[in-house]
């Protein structure tokens, strides 16, 4: 057992870094302060071959492995949380399914121009009345002759109104088991931004994540080709959680990241901050908290990295995704508030990174599953 | 046509330079970067590739350790690396240097070979110029562009108040400034396939043309009585005036220190 990453990796992760701190930091502060949708990063990162990383070359990726892909969102997110979720939402949520499930002409059509960055993805599940509970989603398609047609809407869409590709989940049969209970059958479809009757509502305002473009998808009779169907119909539910088990990995790597980041402005700003004639570094309170941040930071890293490598070499790593997403989101939420708490006063004034990153830090406890569905998920496994 | 980058690995100043007790560089204790000259020479040989079609081979002396800035060119889209390492080539100055690298250019086909102005570690401007010297090639200094036209280069020689346009015909030696061009990043993909190839090794023995006496630290002509960091300036002086005063203070200092 190694855990050293070899020099591949190392040099990987040294790229990422230089890159996101020559060209994504600079601009965290604007991106966080207009909620402005950081299109001409995301240029650069197409340029650099960032949108996809985990993609085999012969679907216009960068071959790389889910380890790389993770330090990548991982470095992007120490500098801009906003910045890190594009990546992840678009490569787990978008590419990954469409390479998993996808036809061979699905995959030439659309994983192709993802991978290259020349699109943009972004995945619909949740719905104003289901989120945990899945189950409860209304949006429906129905076959009509050679399409689709797709009615209802989806919210909280990462990535929504900027992505070209949509992967979205909809009921397409309520069938009765034995005892007479309806059941909803999902499906999943690729749908193009300009299908007729897609539409978007309204940009949500958040807390956090103020650069990334969170919008209401509205279909309504929006027709999309019969072939848009991804994998097999009425299977969409279990392609729907495998892919949040890929995405699990990606906010977990985000939140590890946004960890990572205020602990390093932090440990540097309690090394020139001056209180009762010394810096604040030299008091044991602040030394202690540093330590167990610092601890518990490499803690998150190990589980993310194991989740990535597990996704390479294993079929099935819902436990892995979600231990690693729990804890380093929790991480996330804790180092950041402590992080704040070091600067004092100046912790709580937007011109300090840390500020931007404890509001940054909240949503990955939220979406892609809460910590509680993780808890779930993960006590699943252990009674089962 | 086949372009040839001579780089470095060099320690990054930028955090500070650390020193041994005897004077030497710690090369140990500080991180290890491609000299920023030397990276401008890359991309500009990349670009002419990208823009024309060209084989790029990057080739460094050193240590078996900078191999990692070959795999970074490799990375960045060089074709071929080569490191020539042995432990008789220790210690050598720019003299020792450029005949090694001249010993090792002999054995490739070049049009056009780039070098950094200057290393950021001994900031001598030798090592390029003198690498023509042994191979008899025309080199132009201190590229601040470089074009391809046809069998030639046409480079734009930078001067401290004014520039020189100058063509020559390949094969010819240009060096590089960093204020070239800004060089690109690698690709996550390209990191990959940079560890997927193969690096050629070459030691004294596959170094052509060159003598012993030439080579490594007993080769080299140059002592280093002593290195330090750069000394702090000090705080200078200070006056605020207005523009008119500020020309008449100036040209009577000027003329106190007999400079004009």
Redesign the interface.
């Known amino acids: 057992m190694d855990f050293l990453l070899d020099k591949k990796h190392e040099m990987a992760r040294s790229l990422f870094r230089e890159f996101a701190e020559n060209e994504v930091a600079p601009l965290a502060q604007e991106v966080d302060e207009t909620e402005v949708f950081p299109q001409g990063t995301v240029d650069k990162m197409a340029k650099y071959g960032f949108m996809g990383i985990p993609v085999p070359k012969e679907y216009g990726g960068q071959g790389c492995d889910p380890l790389t892909y993770v330090m990548c969102v991982e470095e992007l997110s120490k500098v801009c949380g906003t910045t890190g979720v594009i990546v992840s939402a678009h490569t787990s949520l978008c590419i990954d399914p469409i390479l998993t499930y996808g036809t061979e002409e699905q995959k030439q059509k659309y994983v192709a121009p993802l991978a290259k960055g020349e699109k943009l993805g972004a995945f619909a599940l949740t719905e104003p009345g289901a989120g945990t509970d899945a189950q409860g989603a209304q949006t429906k398609a129905v076959l009509d002759g050679d399409e689709w047609v797709l009615n209802g809407s989806k919210c909280f869409i990462t990535n929504g109104k900027v992505a070209d590709v949509y992967i979205v989940i909809a009921i397409t049969s309520i069938t009765e088991d034995k005892r007479g209970r309806k059941k909803k059958n999902f499906s999943a479809f690729i749908v193009d931004k300009d299908a007729p009757g897609f539409t978007f509502g309204t940009k949500e305002k958040k807390m956090g994540i103020r650069g990334s473009s969170t919008y209401e998808l509205i279909f309504e009779d929006c027709r999309i080709p019969k072939e848009n169907l991804l994998g097999v119909e009425g299977k969409g539910f279990p392609i729907a959680m495998h892919t949040l088990d890929g995405g699990r990995i990606g906010i977990a790597a985000q939140a590890l990241g946004i960890a990572e980041g205020a602990l390093e402005k932090t440990i540097a700003y309690t090394k020139e901050r001056k209180q009762f004639g010394r810096a604040i570094s030299a008091q044991q309170n602040t030394q202690f908290k540093l330590a167990d941040m610092a601890a518990r930071i490499e803690a998150a890293q190990l589980l993310v990295y194991k989740a990535a490598m597990a996704k390479a070499t294993q079929k099935v790593y819902s436990v892995e995704a979600a231990k690693a997403k729990l804890f380093a989101a929790e991480t996330a939420m804790a180092v950041t508030t402590e992080c704040v708490q070091l600067f004092g006063g100046y912790g709580y004034i937007r011109e300090y990174d840390v500020e931007r990153m404890m509001r940054d830090a909240k949503i990955t406890e939220i979406y892609e599953g809460t910590s509680e569905v993780q808890r779930m998920v993960i006590s699943g496994a252990l009674l089962r | 046509m086949n372009i040839v980058v001579c780089i470095k690995q060099v320690p990054d100043t930028k955090g500070g330079v650390k020193f041994n007790p005897d004077g030497t560089l710690d090369r140990a204790a500080m991180l290890a970067i491609m000299n920023p000259d030397d990276k401008a020479g890359l991309e500009a040989a990349l670009r002419i590739k990208d823009e024309k079609g060209a084989k790029v081979t990057v080739l460094t002396m050193g240590l078996p350790k900078a191999e990692?800035v070959l795999?970074?060119a490799l990375?960045m889209g060089a074709d071929e690396a080569i490191l020539v390492t042995d432990r008789v080539l220790g210690g050598a100055d720019t003299w020792a240097t450029s005949t090694t690298i001249a010993g090792a250019l002999r054995n490739i086909d070049y049009d056009l070979i780039i070098t950094g102005r200057q290393a950021i570690d001994g900031d001598t401007a030798q090592v390029g110029p003198q690498i023509a010297e042994h191979l008899g090639l025309p080199v132009i200094s201190y590229a601040e562009a470089i074009k391809v036209e046809g069998d030639s280069v046409v480079v734009k020689r930078q001067y401290e108040d004014r520039f020189h346009e100058l063509k020559a015909k390949m094969p010819c030696l240009v060096t590089a400034l960093s204020e070239l061009n800004e060089p690109?990043?690698?690709?996550?993909?390209?990191?990959?396939d940079?560890?997927d190839k193969e690096i050629t090794v070459w030691g004294r023995a596959d170094l052509k043309d060159v003598d012993d006496s030439n080579l490594g630290l007993k080769g080299s002509p140059t002592k280093i009585a002593k290195a330090s960091d750069k000394v702090a300036k000090g705080a200078g002086e200070k006056v605020t005036l207005d523009p008119a005063e500020a020309v008449e203070y100036l040209i009577g200092k000027f003329k106190e220190k007999h400079i004009i």
């Open positions: 990692e795999r970074e990375a690109r990043y690698m690709t996550p993909g390209g990191v990959f940079a560890f």
